[in-house]
């Protein structure tokens, strides 16, 4: 038999579904079984969410970086140039 899910779990699967469309990231919905599954599942999408976050800035840096090669980068103040 198919458990029907709370309102909480369901008002926090929508959540979760409306922010991942205004980041326009993909997602792929799962049915969960139990909460213990779906406090799981939550989990894992927080993670794989913060892996993106982290592999983005790093690409984001390594632009910046590559655009400060051409000498037009700022000299930080700190270093009393």
Not at 25 to 41: I, M, Q, R, T, Y
């Given at each position: 038999?198919?458990?029907?899910?709370?309102?909480?779990q369901q008002?926090?699967?929508?959540?979760?579904?409306?922010l991942?469309?205004?980041?326009g990231?993909?997602f792929?919905p799962?049915?969960?079984?139990?909460s213990?599954?779906?406090?799981k599942?939550?989990?894992?999408?927080?993670?794989?969410l913060a892996e993106m976050?982290a592999?983005a800035?790093?690409?984001?840096?390594?632009?910046?970086?590559?655009d400060?090669?051409?000498?037009?980068?700022?000299v930080p103040?700190?270093?009393?140039?």
């Amino acid at each position: 038999m198919i458990r029907r899910a709370s309102p909480a779990q369901q008002r926090k699967a929508l959540e979760i579904a409306n922010l991942f469309v205004k980041m326009g990231v993909g997602f792929v919905p799962v049915p969960v079984a139990n909460s213990e599954e779906f406090d799981k599942l939550v989990k894992q999408s927080n993670d794989r969410l913060a892996e993106m976050e982290a592999s983005a800035a790093a690409s984001e840096d390594a632009q910046n970086n590559d655009d400060d090669i051409d000498g037009d980068a700022a000299v930080p103040a700190h270093y009393g140039l």
